[in-house]
C-alpha cells in the first residue's frame, strides 16, 4: 500500500506520511472545523487521555500523533526499551474518540540530509536540562515539527511534564508558531504516583516507594506555603527522599513558575520540581507553590 494512502487500525484512521496528515487536515479545515494535536511517545495512559479529552473539549477535531523520538534520548537512555504497543494505543485512542492518528516512522521525521535542530536557552538549561543534555534540544525539533506538520490550533502536553511544557510554550511563542499550548493536569493513581510510562519499569519494591516523590514535594510545598525559609525547606525535603529510598536525587529545587529560574521573589507564582531515581528508573514530578507571605 502506498503510505500516503488512508490506513486504519481497528476503528481509527492512521496517517504515516506528513502529506497525509494534512490532506485529512486540509479536508477539516475546509469544513470549517478546528484542530487540537496531542503529542505522545505512545504506551499510552489514562494521563494521555485526559490530554486527549482535554483537547476534544476545546477542538471539533482531535489528532494523536505517537513517535518514540530518538533524538530526545541519550545513547545511554532507554530509547531501545521505551515500550511500544501501537495497536493498543490506538484501540485506546479510538475508545477517547480521538480523531486521527498521527504515527510517522523515523525517515519521515528525520529524512536524510535532516540538519536542523531547535535549541532553547535559559528555561531548557537548569533541571532536567542540566542531567539530560540535548534533550530538550531533541524535544523541541521534534515538537516544532509536528506543530507545523499538522497546523494545529492547540496542542495538549501534560505538567507531569512541567520543564517541558515552558520550554514548549517558549518554542511556540519565539517562532511565532500559531497554536496556543495548553498545559493539562497531571493525572496520579490512588496513592498519588503521577502517571507516567515509565512507571512500568518499576519493580514491586520500587513501585511502593515511588509515591513518596508527590509526598515529598507536597509537604516541602507546604513548609515554604507557611513561610519556611525555601533552601530550609528544600534541604529537609532531600533528607525525606534519601529516607525514602530515592538513592539518587537528581534535584528538587523551587523556581520561578513561567521562567523556572531559582524562585526569589514572593509576588511571583512558583513551581517545585523534582528528579530522582528508583533503581535504574528515574522519577519527574512537580506541584504548584502556594502563594507566599512576602
Ligand atoms: O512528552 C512526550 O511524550 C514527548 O516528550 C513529546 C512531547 C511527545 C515529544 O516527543
Known amino acids: 500500500m502506498d503510505r500516503d494512502t488512508p490506513e486504519t487500525i481497528g476503528a481509527l484512521p492512521v496517517a504515516r506520511t506528513v502529506a497525509a496528515l494534512r490532506r485529512r487536515i486540509d479536508a ?12 505522545t511517545m505512545g504506551a499510552l495512559h489514562a494521563g494521555h487521555l485526559a490530554l486527549v479529552a482535554h483537547g476534544r ?30 495497536a493498543g494505543d490506538a484501540a485506546k485512542l479510538a475508545g477517547a474518540r480521538c480523531d486521527l492518528l498521527y504515527a510517522p516512522d523515523a525517515a519521515q521525521m528525520y529524512p536524510g540530509g535532516f540538519s536542523t535542530t531547535v535549541t532553547v536557552g535559559a528555561v531548557a538549561e537548569g533541571l532536567c536540562g542540566r542531567f539530560r543534555p540535548g534533550h530538550f534540544a531533541g524535544v523541541a525539533t521534534v515538537v516544532a515539527k509536528l506543530l507545523l506538520q499538522s497546523g494545529a490550533d492547540i496542542a495538549c502536553f501534560g505538567e507531569k511534564d512541567y520543564q517541558q511544557l515552558q520550554v514548549i510554550r517558549r518554542v511556540a511563542r519565539d517562532l511565532d508558531i500559531p497554536v496556543r499550548i495548553e498545559g493539562v493536569p497531571t493525572v496520579r493513581e ?3 504516583l503521577a502517571l507516567s510510562s515509565r512507571n512500568l519499569y518499576l519493580s514491586p519494591p520500587e513501585r511502593e516507594a515511588a509515591p513518596a516523590l508527590q509526598r515529598v514535594l507536597a509537604a516541602t510545598a507546604l513548609d515554604i506555603g507557611r513561610g519556611a525559609e525555601i533552601a ?3 534541604a529537609a525535603g532531600r533528607a525525606a527522599l534519601a529516607r525514602a529510598g530515592f538513592a539518587r536525587l537528581d534535584y528538587l529545587e523551587a523556581c520561578d513558575a513561567e ?18 531515581w528508583l533503581g535504574r528508573t528515574r522519577l519527574i514530578d512537580n506541584l504548584p507553590l502556594p502563594p507566599r507571605a512576602a
Open 259 to 276: 521562567t523556572l529560574a531559582p524562585l526569589a521573589r514572593a509576588d511571583r507564582p512558583g513551581r517545585l520540581l523534582a528528579a530522582a
Open 28 to 39: 477539516w479545515r475546509r469544513a470549517g472545523e478546528s484542530v487540537v494535536l496531542v503529542p
Open 232 to 234: 530550609q525547606a528544600l
Open 57 to 86: 473539549a476545546l477542538a471539533s477535531r482531535c489528532v494523536a500523533s505517537i513517535f518514540v523520538n530518538p533524538s530526545q534520548f541519550a545513547p545511554q537512555e532507554d530509547f531501545s526499551r521505551y515500550p511500544r504497543d501501537e
Open 190 to 192: 490512588p496513592d498519588g
